[in-house]
């Protein structure tokens, strides 16, 4: 993607916006986010990352469509001066979204907050459940946990002279010895899910800080229940977030996620699905750590803070390391984790 801090004024023009105060917004590490301003009214400008074809806007119009029909709150694609919904430019593809007055928390801080996440994302996961729509754009192997773990093997083949290499190696071999032990999760029936509901992907209400809604909704798909969950879990219970290599798993945070999430879907999700919670946090804890590990060879994906580090490969390093270490912290906790899923769960109805 280009390297601007403004979106190109032909996109402004295309939805009549060309007088628009525009700034950067957020932190996300796959697309390209403007807070477009016109009077007092707010919206969202992105370039898509390539990674996702024009295709995924259609798919995130009927799926917010759908969940505003049930009663949440979802960003809306609003449509061009020529009636598309994203337009094209030098390669890139752009939308404009309307604006939802919340904030993003990069980690949580509180138990209330892992609460009003989960039940959020109950809510979401139930308002989806009768949506029949048929993506166009359907993700494929997103948590191909072996796949990920060969790319990460394939990188250390492959760039036995990138200059890392000595430091990564290591750090590979320590993802690589944990992802052996990890058992097997149970084959599940796919549900259509968010696909990234990491803690920034949520916006809270400014004041009162309940959770309004999910954002960033290129990744939405169909997967067993368990690795969304995990993915949810692995980004909540980490207090020090993503770029601390002391990263830590919260059993605090766990429960009132678990207790947030179990409210919402009660008398929903099956005994299965709730009882591969750990585990599932904890192949996705090692499924990512593989990935920034790799990327700190292949340094082909995953954008990076300059500001803060030298390169690609020293912000994946220490990313990988953060997982790595929020690995070993869930499984020095894993039988009290576990017990909170069947406490909290165990008092509930199943379908």
């Known amino acids: ?10 996109m402004l023009r295309a939805w009549g916006l060309s007088e628009a105060r525009v700034s950067l917004l957020g932190s996300g590490l796959i697309n390209r986010t403007w807070l477009i301003e016109t009077g007092t009214d707010r919206r ?20 917010t469509g759908h969940l505003r029909a049930g009663g949440l709150i979802a960003p809306e694609l609003l449509p061009a001066a020529d009636g598309s919904y994203w337009q094209l430019h030098e390669g890139g593809v752009y939308r404009l979204m309307s604006w939802v007055a919340g904030r993003s928390h990069e980690r949580l801080s509180t138990v209330a907050q892992a609460q009003e996440a989960g039940a959020l994302l109950a809510r979401f996961h139930r308002a989806l459940d009768d949506c029949q729509h048929e993506f166009r754009s359907a993700r494929v ?10 790319n990460l093997r394939r990188a250390l083949s492959e760039h036995r002279t990138h200059p890392q290499y000595p430091v990564v190696r290591p750090l590979a071999e320590e993802i690589l010895a944990l992802a052996a032990a990890l058992e097997p999760l149970p084959v599940l029936p796919d549900r259509l899910v968010h696909g990234d509901p990491k803690i920034n992907n949520i916006l809270f209400d400014p004041v009162s800080d309940k959770a309004l809604c ?16 995990g993915d949810a879990f692995r980004s909540w219970c980490n207090p020090r977030g993503e770029d601390d290599q002391s990263s830590a798993f919260s059993l605090a945070l766990f429960r009132g996620a678990v207790e947030g999430y ?54 994946n390093q220490v990313r990988a390391a953060s997982q790595l270490a929020a690995a070993r912290s869930l499984l020095d906790v894993r039988g009290a984790a576990e017990e909170v899923v069947r406490s909290v769960f165990g008092t509930l109805p199943v379908p």
């Open 1 to 10: 993607m280009p390297d601007t801090d403004l979106p190109p004024p032909q």
């Open 44 to 63: 969202v400008m992105q370039q898509v990352n390539p990674l996702f074809p024009p295709a995924v806007n259609e798919d995130i119009r009927i799926v």
């Open 141 to 150: 192997g997103v948590h191909d946990t072996p796949r990920h773990l060969a």
């Open 214 to 229: 999910l954002i960033d909704l290129d990744t939405l798909g169909r997967m067993p229940l368990p690795l969304e969950l």
């Open 262 to 315: 179990a409210a919402g879907a009660a008398g929903w999700i099956l005994p299965a699905e709730y009882s591969a919670i750990v585990p599932a946090t904890l192949t996705i804890y090692v499924e990512l750590a593989a990935r920034f590990c790799a990327d700190a060879l292949n340094e082909n994906y995953f954008g990076w803070d300059a500001s803060r580090y030298p390169s690609r490969s020293a912000h």
